[in-house]
């Protein structure tokens, strides 16, 4: 029996850990909280659950050791020492985080090892990559170019479970979304180069119309640039990557980073206060008066205003003790994650649009490809089916040597995109494509 060792036990692990667990591997879910790895593995006899410190270098090296394959789903500041370990021991690897260039560096070392460490293999990034590669490919094939692309994803609260004023709901750390929304933007756009500063990232969104889907505001989500070679879209003259979210989130973000809610610098002064005092500090203003007619007036908006109507609905204006934190942005975090949680019940919905112009001699083509997933009442939500399942597949393919390359990659190969996608559709993670003439 081949053992698989998964390193964490978070919010996305659990359809992964059972899709191995049902496949017949041996399946040790090392993780800090013990008690989270025995519930995954709770009803199963080739489950193994055991405490895990990612900081201890020994217990790390005898897990890898004693395994023929590492899932890493700690945080991706881990997984440069956990490969070099994979490297050392000859263990192949999976994760769904973004290659960073200390990763990339490995390569040379995976290959002479030869081990493949596959990276990127969840929903964004992952089955972003392998959908546009295959019709990217498909393009090719037939003898056309792609002339634009565009990619949106979007991890958002079903429609019978959106009933919070601000339209979305957590199913990851707040604090990674707020931090998301600090990052700068860049895409390519009929030939340009568009750079938008994080502090402007709120600004510059359009409204997307999806079919048989809905409407949504779309932002962008990093630097797309590299994507026009890592993807092959030689011809491409648009590039662009964005983030979904329902009507109305950009707006009140953006008033949120102009009350500096997304500051991270150390606050000691505000130790003790409330959220009211601390609106008051934000906007300059003492703690008399009214604070929410102050910050309208600050953010230059109508006190009755649909922005501090969701302020006040998620407390900024209360006289709640703040949490014991020391920024800012992690107190907000903290409210975030008490007024947006995903309640018992709540469905989620992952929305991943691609949509390319390609030319085929002298007629152009519109191609769509729409992924949308709910999640299973009582089971998994659909941000862990998407993130964690692709993993599992890609790790099953690897174990029964169906993927036999070595080295650092990332699922662009038809050697890795084709079999995941096949075993996703029999999932019901299911694109559907259009193809439209355009003038």
């Known amino acids: 029996m081949q053992h698989v060792l998964v390193l964490g ?20 879910v090392a993780s ?10 709770k009803g199963y006899e080739n489950g193994i659950a055991e405490s895990l410190n990612v900081n201890n270098r020994e217990q790390l090296h005898d897990l890898i050791k004693a395994c023929d394959l590492v899932i890493s789903l700690v945080p991706y500041t881990y ?15 999976v994760t769904t985080s973004y290659v960073s260039k200390e990763m990339e560096a490995l390569d040379p070392a995976a290959k002479e090892a030869g081990i493949l460490i596959l990276n990127e293999i969840g929903l964004d990034p992952g089955i972003d990559h392998m959908s546009a590669m295959k019709i990217i490919h498909s393009v090719a094939d037939n003898g056309g170019k792609v002339l634009s692309f565009k990619s949106y994803c979007g991890g958002l609260p079903a429609l019978q479970s959106n009933n919070a ?18 990052n700068n933007g860049q895409y390519l756009e009929d030939d340009r180069v568009k750079f938008i500063p994080g502090r402007d990232l709120f600004k510059h969104y359009e409204i997307l119309d999806i079919a048989g889907v809905g409407s949504f505001e779309a932002y962008t989500n990093r630097n797309a640039i590299p994507y026009k070679t890592l993807y092959g879209l030689n011809d491409a003259h648009t590039v662009f990557r964005g983030t979904l979210r329902n009507v109305g989130w950009c707006y009140t973000m953006k008033k949120a980073q102009e009350l500096g809610l997304f500051d991270d610098a150390e606050r000691l002064d505000l130790q ?25 007036t600050y953010l230059k908006i109508e006190p009755h205003c649909t922005v501090i109507k969701k302020f006040k609905w998620l407390g900024l204006f209360n006289d709640d003790p703040l949490p014991e934190e020391n920024n800012v942005m992690d107190m907000f975090s903290a409210l975030l994650q008490k007024k947006l949680v995903m309640a018992p019940g709540d469905l989620d919905l992952i929305v991943l649009y691609h949509r390319f112009i390609a030319v085929y001699g002298d007629k152009n083509k519109l191609i769509t490809s729409t992924l949308v997933d709910t999640g299973i009442s009582g089971r998994d939500s659909a941000m862990s089916r998407t ?32 079999p995941v996608l096949d075993a996703l559709t029999g999932m019901d993670i299911v694109f559907k494509e259009t193809v439209h003439p355009i003038d």
């Open 387 to 418: 993130v964690s399942l692709p993993a599992a597949i890609a790790a099953d393919l690897i174990l029964n040597k169906k993927i036999t390359m070595t080295g650092v990659h990332i699922p662009v190969q038809p050697d890795i995109y084709n």
């Open 165 to 182: 004023p601000f339209g979305y709901k957590f199913s990851w750390s707040p604090r990674g979304v707020v931090m998301a929304g600090r």
């Open 79 to 93: 997984h440069v020492q956990i490969a070099k370990l994979c490297i050392e021991l000859k263990k192949q690897m």
């Open 9 to 28: 036990a978070g919010l996305v692990s659990k359809p992964l850990v059972v899709y191995l667990l049902r496949k017949g591997f041996q399946v040790k």
């Open 32 to 41: 800090r909280t013990v008690s989270k790895a025995q519930a995954l593995i």
């Open 272 to 296: 003790g206060l409330t959220y009211r005092q601390m609106m008051s500090r934000l906007i300059d203003r003492t703690d008399t008066g009214d604070v929410c007619n102050q910050t309208a």
